[in-house]
């Protein structure tokens, strides 16, 4: 069946560095874009980066010139690397894997990993 697997969070110190991964299996990896979510306590979900098919990525601006997102097809797996961590970026950290298609959009999430971010 389809998943989506995180790893890689954790508690680190304010200005630490954490690497997460996103691990799929049971669909194409390689035909998917790839986002990451967050969300912290008492706010909605929000994207932070994302990763094309053809490698294009995008970031939003709090993040942009910290956090790093890559993919590596081969292994199935997204990596966010996340560095100069604040204490607003403590949230549980959501894999998202999307592929429109004609008639046949898909929409794959994970279980989410916790990001703690405090000193």
């Known amino acids: 069946q389809v998943q989506l697997v995180e790893s890689g969070g954790g508690l680190v110190q304010p200005g630490g560095s954490l690497e997460l991964s996103c691990k799929g299996s049971?669909?194409?990896?390689?035909?998917?874009?790839i986002n990451w979510y967050r969300q912290a306590p008492g706010k909605g979900r929000e994207l932070v980066a994302g990763?094309?098919?053809?490698?294009?990525?995008n970031y939003k601006d709090f993040v942009k010139g910290r956090f790093t997102i890559s993919r590596d097809n081969a292994k199935d797996t997204v990596y966010l690397q996340m560095n100069d961590l604040k204490p607003e970026d403590t949230a549980v950290y959501f894999c998202?894997?999307?592929?429109?298609?004609?008639?046949?959009?898909?929409?794959?999430w994970g279980q989410g990993t916790q990001v703690t971010v405090s000193s």
């Open positions: 990763i094309k098919t053809d490698g294009i990525r």
């Open positions: 998202n894997a999307e592929r429109f298609q004609y008639l046949d959009d898909r929409s794959y």
């Open positions: 049971g669909f194409t990896f390689s035909s998917f874009a």
